[in-house]
């Protein structure tokens, strides 16, 4: 009998990954259980047509994720902050995620989180500003915090510490833009300091390559990438891809926090956060273990082959 991996998130980003990669394997010892809120959507189709088991549930239907974690050998949990913007709502997630992957006997759950910021930037440090009385970076704070379910539950969990996705250069509107000039320009608040990045894809292929070596990352952290590289080697590599001209400009956490679009505030202070403590941020997230999880991990060179046709240009 083959195991079941219930995957939250399958239609997205980082659950579609593992999904693809597990369904792909064919001596593969797993088995996919995607959990979606549409079954009929068409990436959910997509899945069912490969092989899938496809499960209806809710994050905000505890109900649903018990019969959706029940008989399942491992999970691959992710939360979905950019939907609603609220850490506690996160924070409720991964602690139903927790509990019900004891109740129902989970044997190995991968936890997709990020640091707790605070543990550098205390709240009263005023070099970055709070945000909602509570946070630093509230995307990061929420999830770095709610580790301590998992450990308090102890459930068998590897904590996976995830990168910026290459992606949002297509999705999130972080491509480059044209400016009078004639030049391309992307910002960044990091100066010259290295952003660890990877391709959505791959985390879902470095948590497949987790969930198979079982004794070599349960109840261990791990921090995954395709490279680290600063904004300037990003523009250069853009650049030469696209074959238009790409600047960097590393403009300031202050101004990027006040280009208004929604969660300007949270994601300005993580490029703070990843700008100042570069040195702990980049050593957390090691190429070569990223690697060794996942033989066919993206360069950004590689990344920018396969999708730079989806940079969206004006």
């Known amino acids: 009998m083959k195991r079941i991996i219930t995957i939250l998130g399958a239609t997205g980003a980082q659950g579609g990954g593992l999904a ?43 109900e649903s994720i018990v019969k959706a974690f029940s008989g399942a050998y491992g999970v691959f949990a992710v939360t979905f902050f950019w939907e609603h913007f609220s850490p506690e709502k996160e924070m409720e997630h991964a602690k139903l995620f927790a509990q019900t992957a004891k109740d129902t006997g989970v044997k190995h759950i991968i936890w997709s989180t990020l640091e707790d910021t605070r543990k550098w930037i205390p709240l009263e440090d005023d070099r970055m500003p709070t945000l909602g009385g509570k946070y630093k970076v509230p995307h990061f704070d929420a999830k770095g915090e709610s580790n301590r379910f998992f450990e308090e539950a102890n459930v068998p969990t590897t904590y996976l510490n995830t990168s910026f996705y290459w992606d949002n250069l297509v999705y999130f509107g972080m491509g480059p833009k044209k400016g009078e000039d004639g030049n391309y320009y992307f910002a960044f608040p990091m100066d010259d300091k290295k952003l660890p990045g990877m391709a959505a894809e791959d985390i879902g292929k470095c948590a497949y390559g987790i969930f198979k070596n079982y004794n070599k990352y349960v109840n261990k952290s791990v921090g995954i990438a395709g490279e680290h590289l600063t904004g300037y080697q990003m523009a250069d590599a853009m650049s030469k891809a696209l074959d238009k001209p790409v600047k960097y400009n590393p403009v300031s956490p202050e101004v990027y926090r006040g280009f208004g679009f929604p969660g300007a505030d949270d994601l300005g202070n993580m490029f703070q956060f990843k700008r100042d403590f570069e040195t702990d941020f980049c050593a957390a997230r090691n190429l070569d273990e990223s690697r060794a999880l996942n033989p066919e991990l993206l360069t950004f060179d590689a990344w920018l082959a396969k999708y730079k046709e989806r940079i969206p240009l004006d």
Do not use: C, H, Q, W
């Open 20 to 62: 693809n990669a597990i369904l792909s394997d064919t001596n593969s010892e797993f088995v996919v259980r995607a959990i979606t809120r549409d079954v009929n959507s068409d990436k959910a189709k997509a899945l069912a047509d490969k092989g899938a088991e496809v499960v209806k549930a809710d994050v905000d239907d505890p």
